[in-house]
């Protein structure tokens, strides 16, 4: 499997921007589908969006579309949440994930990082 560490979160104003970053480790990167997905407090964790192994295939929940971007660099083995205009219902965990397999079901991916907390105050 591969380890994941997210960072970037942090608290921001309604209608500002964060960019959470993802470092890989432990296996080649670039053969792997890369997901984010978000959990808030007393609800299941939901899928933001995915990115296909060679980044030419990128898919997002309704409730982002628009405002977020998934990225990545393989040669880096890193990828990238790019979340402008941020709402307070974006307030939440968010989560890295890896999987050979092209999803957007948590049950997909087979490697998850610790989460990085992002709040968004009103």
């Known amino acids: 499997q591969v380890q994941l560490v997210e960072s970037g979160g942090g608290l921001v104003q309604a209608g500002g921007s964060l960019r959470l970053s993802c470092a890989a480790s432990?296996?080649?990167?670039?053969?792997?589908?890369m997901g984010w997905f978000r959990q808030a407090p007393g609800k299941e964790r939901e899928f933001v969006a995915v990115?296909?192994?060679?980044?030419?295939?990128?898919s997002y929940a309704s409730s982002v579309k628009g405002r977020f971007t998934i990225s990545r660099d393989n040669a880096k083995n890193m990828v990238y949440l790019q979340m402008n205009s941020l709402k307070p219902e974006d307030t939440a965990v968010y989560y890295c994930?890896?999987?050979?397999?092209?999803?957007?079901?948590?049950?997909?991916?087979?490697?998850w990082g610790q989460g990085t907390q992002v709040t968004v105050s009103s």
């Open positions: 994930a890896a999987d050979p397999r092209y999803g957007s079901r948590a049950a997909d991916f087979g490697s």
């Open positions: 432990g296996r080649t990167f670039s053969p792997y589908a």
């Open positions: 990115i296909s192994s060679r980044g030419l295939s990128t």
